[in-house]
């Protein structure tokens, strides 16, 4: 499995002086810790006193409150930001010396002047910034390095005056790759076919350990494990009485990907946009659970709309934290000054995720079939497509012939009954249906009529037709409509669950 590593070695940074005049000005070696130092605290993320941010280039190079540039590149003279450090009025001299009765050195106002004279060149935050493989460094003991890094270890080392440490026995070794790659010690067979083979060609045992671990199905359950943290797993839905939640091919699926070395760029794709894949494998859409792995509030009276924001809210949150390593959630609030995004862009992002079709309800619909043998696993999305076109199909069949009738007759109740006991319902001169009494969520309703020929039934609401600031009540809704037909025997009968169809 190939493996990128990336390491910043801060021992071998080396800044030049501005005052040498051997190399350029560096912003973010030599600028940027200025202007955290003494400016972004007011001008800057939380605050931005003055309509003016040191946070980013666009605003250091407008106009302030004042309406004067705050830097204009290649000109110190006529920038406002050289003028206010050194000037002698207290009421124009930055930092404030009421804040900072020390100005800013002389040798560092020296620095701004040369930034701004070759051209006020900005740098991003260095978390953004490609890395690039420095020169390999020399080192005394020159036979200590196997491979490039090495050097960088061993130079370390010794300018620290240390030594490294004699290699590790194989029986160390195997212990420490079985536990990095499987999270488990290595058997007692596996150590002595080790030994046998370590006693043969060192280096060939080393390498055939390595591919045993490597193709072991542990290797995928100890890498998913560390994964499944960032996609903040859980059987449970997380809330109240944590009710059971079964998400686990998701996770079988994460396991999976690990063992057969999926590559990153479909792992990523899989997971965030499986489901609006043109063609999506059978697993495609367990992969896209990823973000179905938020909190749900099953605990009465909760507000769905405020916990379907905050499962949209969770998985930005999410989103930037596994695959950015960066705390986007920060932004949420207000600008930040340690992350160079903008609060705006928070919610333009949130915008990707606050379209979904979830919402805060313990049937975590939708969901998506997965069969109990992973090779009918195709077959079972197939069908499971069918019949969800199916009924758009019939559905949109009963919609288009229901909103085409034009003559409505009036239903007329012979008799009416209320569950449970607490209310009643009459119908009025009109043809309006009038509840009175206690009436609690899940009342029934139940009409009595005469058998009449029909092909549909339409349910007006009020106050649809209505004034509903005449209401005792803040409004009504009906959750479905169920007919029961009942034969002249009164003995055999049809009942039937109706489609609903909205319409405004």
């Not at 740098?123 to 493989?133: E, L, N």
């Not at 490039?148 to 030594?163: K, M, V």
């Not at 005449?470 to 029961?484: F, K, L, M, P, Y």
């Amino acid at each position: 499995m190939p493996l990128t590593l990336r390491f910043i070695s801060l021992g071998f940074l080396t800044i030049t002086s501005a005052a040498s005049g051997a190399s350029p000005i560096s912003f973010n070696e030599q600028i940027r810790p200025l202007l955290t130092k003494n400016c972004t605290t007011c001008h800057g993320g939380v605050k931005k006193a003055g309509n003016v941010s040191f946070l980013y280039r666009d605003d250091v190079l407008g106009k302030g409150k004042s309406g004067r540039h705050v830097v204009i590149p290649g000109d110190p003279a006529k920038s406002e930001l050289i003028r206010r450090l050194k000037t002698d009025n207290p009421d124009d001299r930055m930092p404030p010396p009421d804040h900072h009765p020390e100005a800013i050195p002389a040798k560092d106002i020296a620095l701004f002047e040369q930034w701004i004279a070759e051209g006020a060149e900005w740098g991003d935050h260095w978390a953004f910034v490609k890395p690039t493989m420095p020169g390999t460094p020399a080192v005394v003991k020159s036979s200590w390095p196997r491979q490039e890094f090495d050097h960088f270890i061993l130079a370390s080392l010794e300018q620290a005056g240390l030594t490294p440490s004699p290699p590790a026995s194989p029986t160390a070794w195997l212990r420490r790759i079985s536990l990095d790659l499987t999270g488990l010690p290595p058997t007692l067979e596996e150590h002595q076919a080790f030994m046998t083979a370590v006693s043969a060609d060192h280096q060939k045992a080393r390498e055939s350990a390595v591919d045993r671990l490597l193709a072991s199905p542990a290797y995928g359950e100890h890498m998913a494990a560390m994964w499944l943290d960032l996609a903040r797993y859980s059987d449970t839905f997380g809330f109240e009485k944590d009710p059971h939640r079964n998400i686990w091919p998701f996770r079988d699926w994460v396991i999976r990907s690990f063992n057969k070395d999926l590559p990153f760029d479909q792992f990523t794709l899989k997971q965030l946009a499986g489901d609006l894949i043109e063609n999506p494998a059978p697993e495609d859409l367990i992969a896209s659970s990823f973000h179905r792995n938020t909190q749900n509030n099953t605990e009465g009276g909760t507000d769905d709309e405020e916990y379907r924001m905050a499962a949209a809210m969770d998985r930005v949150s999410t989103t930037w934290t596994a695959w950015n390593g960066t705390t986007f959630a920060c932004i949420q609030c207000h600008s930040h000054p340690y992350e160079p995004i903008p609060h705006e862009d928070y919610y333009r992002f949130l915008a990707f995720f606050n379209n979904s079709e979830d919402i805060d309800q313990n049937n975590d619909f939708p969901r998506t079939k997965v069969a109990n043998d992973p090779d009918l696993q195709a077959e079972s999305v197939m069908l499971e497509k069918q019949i969800r076109q199916t009924r758009k199909e019939l559905n949109h069949q009963a919609r288009d012939r229901a909103l085409g009738i034009k003559d409505w007759s009036l239903f007329e109740a012979t008799s009416s009954a209320t569950t449970p006991d607490t209310g009643k319902v009459q119908q009025q001169e009109n043809g309006d249906f009038l509840s009175s009494g206690t009436n609690p969520t899940r009342a029934v309703f139940a009409l009595t009529a005469s058998a009449t020929p029909f092909s549909a039934l339409r349910l007006s609401i009020l106050p649809l037709s209505d004034n509903p600031a005449e209401w005792d009540e803040q409004g009504a809704v009906a959750s479905r409509i169920e007919a029961t037909l009942i034969a002249p025997d009164a003995v055999s009968y049809t009942h039937l669950t109706l489609p609903t169809i909205y319409s405004v």
